[in-house]
């Protein structure tokens, strides 16, 4: 209706994988696509004691406007925790984010001018890659194993650009591959941020959802130069619902950040930020992420369990140490959207999410994300055996 | 820290106001400063027995991740709302924000490449000016009276600016000013959008605030070609510390609207949604919104007449009829900034926000904006009294 839009709106198109997951509303539908958290596990009880507690007359402040950077409470408790768990931060340099996706948008504003080079994994988040497109980047990828990001190539891929600014890293179980980068690998894409000049984004909202082997240092406990942006949320260890989430940065990046912030939506919900400060000075929080891991970790157990019994021995898939999400790979020339929109969701009635919306690129068919902590143990079973039988006979 | 930001970033800068304000904090001030809502006439009550309700086991999807185009409920009940308001939707033309200044941020990414033209009111909402700064525009500013924004000469600025596509105002009860804009001349704007091509961001925040005469139409009823987007909040209605707004837009707008706002923050807060679209359902908005109007007209009452008591008769003022703020003009060659920052704070112990903050070109330094909303009777009467003895000492 305008003659026309910026520029950028050429960038900016519905997702082909939201459209198809739309029509796979079948109430018969056991779907993996999402990467929900179980809602059965929200704390309500001690929520709704926090709410009534914070609706009080002496407690209006709760709903009225605060300071654009976040709640000074709520900033402390998290930078008290993350140093706890050994990112040491001050409060100061906590910004408030509405959703972790909020920090996508705020650090590629920072930082990408349109046609400028992005550096993400092959594959990567799909919600980064929607944040990043109004910004108009050009991406170069680096490849990814078991260990992570393959810092090798990354030094291939840095040699090739030079003058890039910003590197993005979902380094502990990746979404969506579930894969954790190694501490050695940590170690060299420090080093090669303080060669190129890098800005790193480390996008962890799952870091704390192990279910076995041992915390692997944050990059930006790793960081050296102020250059590392840490982005995470409490999306998955409380509630997506509150729309909170959180990035730790140094002062100079920060204060950008927040004048963004303060452009973008004025600041984050009150009311929301105060609950959950009062969460975690009245309540265990650590309590409630450990319930989540023990929830977590035998849902995949599950999981993997049912696909190495129903999958045929040519479909791969990871091993994640925590997180929501594995990832298959079926062989080469498959194509696991039209294997979805022609077998899974009519016949199968069963959902994923066709890998190839994860690669900048767009290539790559032969690949899914499968969530599970969203899934009840019969449907885990009930979908993967499914999914399993008409896999065996696409690939028979 | 990087060897350099995006260039968006020359633009992004703190605001001088906000650090005088910060530098204000002395407790025996008297603001004039903000724009809040009295935070004494929340409804707390009901929104906690909505809290209470919305946190049982059987409710935890109001803790879950929903749509990115709001919950489906509130965005019904908004159209409902609006259409009995004079101002006919449905529930598709809603998309739910993150408070109204989110829509500011989505409109103009959708509308404004680098160096574009957009047209705002002189003096316009400073919210607005922030949010539009990272699409790095070019501003064409046109005068504003007691009637609203000028439509004869606003037809000489798009003479002279060919190609604009974005126009913003606030017809009701403008930020800062206080004026609301005539029907003639919001008749005349949507004739000079179709001729030009214009969309037109219609922000009204404070419409539902109206303390004396009838509502004028709203410049979305009026129109009639699809483009206006009209922008409002719970903010004022409701507390804002929800974070909810909201805008309306015709059907091809909005789409592109909602691909921005899921690339902005995925979503606006599920609970907060939940919370809002339960209010309008089980309690009286209405009567709430009557109790806001009353008690903010008395305020308004108070401010005036003491002004008019107060101030020398060189000092002006503007006559709202609604909303949260009036506007003063001092005479030429007085600078209201140097003025707070020398004699009204540390002196009369009194904050306002200089009148050039609001102007796209940073003149215009014989102005300030001064709330009613958020100041006890009290406080109005003795800090308008303080400002009104060194006004006069310093104009005598």
Redesign the interface.
């Given at each position: 209706?305008?003659?026309?839009?910026?520029?950028?709106?050429d960038r900016?198109?519905?997702s082909a994988i939201r459209e198809l997951l739309k029509h796979g509303a079948d109430p018969a539908l056991i779907s993996f696509g999402?990467g929900?958290?179980d809602?059965?596990l929200?704390p309500?009880d001690d929520?709704?004691s926090v709410?009534?507690a914070l609706?009080?007359?002496e407690q209006?402040?709760?709903?009225?406007?605060?300071t654009s950077d976040g709640l000074p409470a709520l900033r402390e408790a998290i930078a008290e925790r993350m140093t706890a768990q050994g990112t040491p931060m001050v409060a100061d340099d906590v910004l408030i984010?509405?959703?972790g996706?909020?920090g996508l948008?705020l650090v590629a504003?920072?930082?990408?001018?349109p046609g400028?080079t992005v550096i993400v994994e092959d594959p990567t988040f799909l919600?980064a890659l929607?944040?990043f497109?109004?910004?108009e980047p050009t991406y170069a990828t680096v490849r990814l194993d078991e260990h992570g990001m393959d810092t090798d190539h990354l030094a291939e891929v840095l040699a090739a650009n030079p003058g890039v600014?910003m590197l993005y890293t979902v380094p502990d179980f990746h979404n969506p591959t579930g894969v954790t980068m190694s501490l050695e690998r940590r170690r060299r894409l420090i080093e090669l941020a303080n060669e190129h000049?890098?800005?790193v984004l480390e996008d962890s909202p799952y870091r704390e959802l192990r279910f076995d082997g041992e915390p692997v240092p944050t990059l930006k406990s790793l960081d050296t130069?102020?250059?590392v942006i840490h982005l995470s949320s409490f999306?998955k260890i409380l509630?997506?619902?509150?729309?909170l989430g959180w990035l730790a940065a140094?002062p100079?990046?920060r204060e950008?950040l927040g004048?963004?912030k303060?452009?973008?939506?004025?600041?984050?919900?009150?009311?929301?930020m105060?609950a959950a400060a009062s969460f975690i000075a009245g309540f265990d929080l650590d309590a409630h992420v450990e319930r989540l891991r023990v929830a977590y970790g035998a849902k995949r157990d599950l999981m993997l369990a049912t696909i190495d019994e129903a999958f045929p021995a040519s479909v791969g898939r990871t091993t994640p140490e925590g997180g929501l999400f594995t990832w298959l790979t079926f062989p080469e020339g498959f194509d696991s959207a039209r294997f979805m929109a022609e077998v899974a969701l009519p016949e199968a009635k069963v959902a994923y999410v066709p890998g190839t919306t994860f690669f900048a690129d767009g290539g790559h068919p032969n690949h899914a994300r499968v969530n599970f902590s969203n899934v009840s143990d019969d449907d885990i079973v009930a979908g993967i055996t499914r999914l399993g039988h008409h896999l065996r006979r696409e690939l028979a």
């Amino acid at each position: 209706m305008p003659q026309s839009y910026a520029r950028r709106m050429d960038r900016v198109r519905p997702s082909a994988i939201r459209e198809l997951l739309k029509h796979g509303a079948d109430p018969a539908l056991i779907s993996f696509g999402g990467g929900y958290p179980d809602q059965r596990l929200f704390p309500l009880d001690d929520l709704r004691s926090v709410f009534d507690a914070l609706l009080q007359p002496e407690q209006a402040a709760s709903l009225q406007y605060t300071t654009s950077d976040g709640l000074p409470a709520l900033r402390e408790a998290i930078a008290e925790r993350m140093t706890a768990q050994g990112t040491p931060m001050v409060a100061d340099d906590v910004l408030i984010l509405s959703g972790g996706q909020q920090g996508l948008d705020l650090v590629a504003k920072m930082l990408v001018d349109p046609g400028d080079t992005v550096i993400v994994e092959d594959p990567t988040f799909l919600g980064a890659l929607i944040a990043f497109a109004p910004l108009e980047p050009t991406y170069a990828t680096v490849r990814l194993d078991e260990h992570g990001m393959d810092t090798d190539h990354l030094a291939e891929v840095l040699a090739a650009n030079p003058g890039v600014r910003m590197l993005y890293t979902v380094p502990d179980f990746h979404n969506p591959t579930g894969v954790t980068m190694s501490l050695e690998r940590r170690r060299r894409l420090i080093e090669l941020a303080n060669e190129h000049g890098l800005v790193v984004l480390e996008d962890s909202p799952y870091r704390e959802l192990r279910f076995d082997g041992e915390p692997v240092p944050t990059l930006k406990s790793l960081d050296t130069e102020g250059r590392v942006i840490h982005l995470s949320s409490f999306s998955k260890i409380l509630a997506p619902g509150m729309r909170l989430g959180w990035l730790a940065a140094s002062p100079e990046l920060r204060e950008r950040l927040g004048l963004l912030k303060l452009a973008a939506d004025t600041q984050s919900g009150t009311l929301a930020m105060h609950a959950a400060a009062s969460f975690i000075a009245g309540f265990d929080l650590d309590a409630h992420v450990e319930r989540l891991r023990v929830a977590y970790g035998a849902k995949r157990d599950l999981m993997l369990a049912t696909i190495d019994e129903a999958f045929p021995a040519s479909v791969g898939r990871t091993t994640p140490e925590g997180g929501l999400f594995t990832w298959l790979t079926f062989p080469e020339g498959f194509d696991s959207a039209r294997f979805m929109a022609e077998v899974a969701l009519p016949e199968a009635k069963v959902a994923y999410v066709p890998g190839t919306t994860f690669f900048a690129d767009g290539g790559h068919p032969n690949h899914a994300r499968v969530n599970f902590s969203n899934v009840s143990d019969d449907d885990i079973v009930a979908g993967i055996t499914r999914l399993g039988h008409h896999l065996r006979r696409e690939l028979a």
